[in-house]
Structure formats: C-alpha cells, structure tokens
C-alpha cells in the first residue's frame, strides 16, 4: 500500500537533452496507471523552475493528507521541487516522511541526488522504480 493519497509529477518540459518529445505524455501515462489506488494524482508540464516550484508548493498546501512528489527533470527541477515543499511548510518545519515524500527522475543533463540513489537514466525505468519503492515502504530520509 501506498504511503500517500495524493501524488505529484511535475516535469521540467526544458530540461536534459536526447529525450523524445512523447516522454511527457508516456511518463504522464505510466504515472497515474502505476498510481491507481491513489485518489488525487496529478502532472504538471513546466518549462521553469520557478513554475515547479510554485506548484509544488500549491499542491502541499491545499491539505494535510500525506502525498508524494516526483521531480523529472535535472537537478534544478528537484531542487524547485524540494523549495516548493519548504515554501509550503513555512515557519511550521519540514514536513516528515508520513506528510511529503519526494522522488526525482534523471532526465536533465545532470541529476547528481538521483543518481546517486541509483535511479535508472531511462525515465520510465526510473519511475517504474520509484513506484515500486513507494509500494514497497523502501525510502531514504
């Protein structure tokens, strides 16, 4: 079972170099079939950081059920990812685990923190991966 009832993709339209232009549609696609027991599941195509931080914040704001956030893109867009949920936790703290849990794909021209956590360079492989650690309650803090 997922540890989440709401979940975020957000996918850096600009990002990474040497991907099909259908990648957004496909990962969009996989995402929420991947994700089907989850009620609010939900792909935003930015093409700025700026624009993924704002939704990521906007998403973890709206309530307090626990949700996961995917970041596709390089490590820009994770990083907008990861100052969107800051942006939304306020003076209250970081959030834990059992609120926001958050995911990156390597798909910019460098993603270090994926990377380093061993996510596939194919995107799809990679979020095929992280649902499957989602299910499966294997995280890293």
């Known amino acids: ?3 989440a009832e709401r979940a975020l ?3 850096n339209q600009t990002s990474g170099t040497g991907h099909k232009e259908s990648i957004a549609e496909e990962l969009s696609s996989l995402f929420k079939q991947g994700l089907n027991e989850v009620t609010d599941v939900r792909v935003e195509l930015v093409s700025d950081h700026a624009t993924a931080r704002r939704y990521t914040a906007e998403f973890i704001t709206e309530t307090d059920t626990p949700a996961v956030v995917v970041a596709g893109g390089g490590g820009g867009t994770l990083r907008a990812v990861v100052e969107g949920v800051c942006d939304a936790s306020g003076s209250a703290g970081l959030p834990g685990p059992e609120r926001v849990r958050v995911g990156a794909l390597r798909m910019g021209s460098g993603n270090v923190l994926a990377k380093q956590f ?7 492989a990679g979020l095929r991966g992280l649902q499957a650690s989602l299910k499966a309650g294997l995280t890293v803090p």
Request: aromatic letters at 0%; a negative charge.
């Open 9 to 11: 993709l957000i996918i």
């Open 1 to 3: 079972m997922l540890p």
């Open 118 to 124: 061993g996510v596939p360079s194919d995107p799809e």
